[in-house]
């Protein structure tokens, strides 16, 4: 063991006293206003973690002329009019119409069906069934952040899931 290790595994194996709660507290101050965590990240860890143990469908974004500079913001979900999820077993594109302070979302999913199509906004579920082309929309809601989530008929216990998108 070098001389480094030896110094580190007598500091390591110490306790902590006040002098080194204040330099941790001061150090996470310094991290939260330079870097805080982004709003709903908490939740949509618990999210994540929740449709693992469903063993869930996630449908990954796909983005179709990304602008040049993504920068990090405090904001998680992106704003776009048409947008395209995929998995193995289902792709859907969805569009955003602004109505006035509220807006609609249109979707088509394929393989064509009659799927359970859910819009997950906060804590509030609003629920439609797509036609057998696959086809559906909902209409009157409100922006800001929103999920979708679709079960399919030959599996319903196997939902898809999307990321976050901003509506």
Wanted: glycine share 6%; no cysteine.
């Amino acid at each position: 063991m070098s001389p480094d290790e030896r110094t580190l595994a007598r500091v390591a194996s110490g306790t902590l006293d006040d002098i080194d709660a204040e330099i941790l507290h001061r150090v996470a101050a310094i991290i939260e206003r330079v870097d805080p965590v982004p709003a709903g990240l908490v939740d949509s860890i618990g999210l994540a973690l929740t449709i693992d143990a469903l063993h869930s469908e996630v449908a990954e974004l796909r983005l179709i002329g990304a602008p040049e500079l993504i920068l990090r913001s405090e904001e998680p979900s992106i704003e776009a009019a048409t947008i395209t999820f995929t998995t193995d077993v289902l792709t859907v594109m969805i569009t955003v119409h602004a109505e006035a302070d509220r807006v609609r979302v249109d979707g088509w999913a394929t393989p064509p069906a009659s799927l359970g199509v859910e819009l997950h906004q906060g804590g509030l579920v609003t629920r439609t069934r797509s036609d057998p082309d696959g086809r559906f929309s909902f209409s009157d809601l409100r922006r800001g952040p929103a999920r979708l989530v679709l079960r399919r008929p030959n599996d319903p216990e196997l939902p898809v899931v999307t990321p976050v998108i901003e509506l």
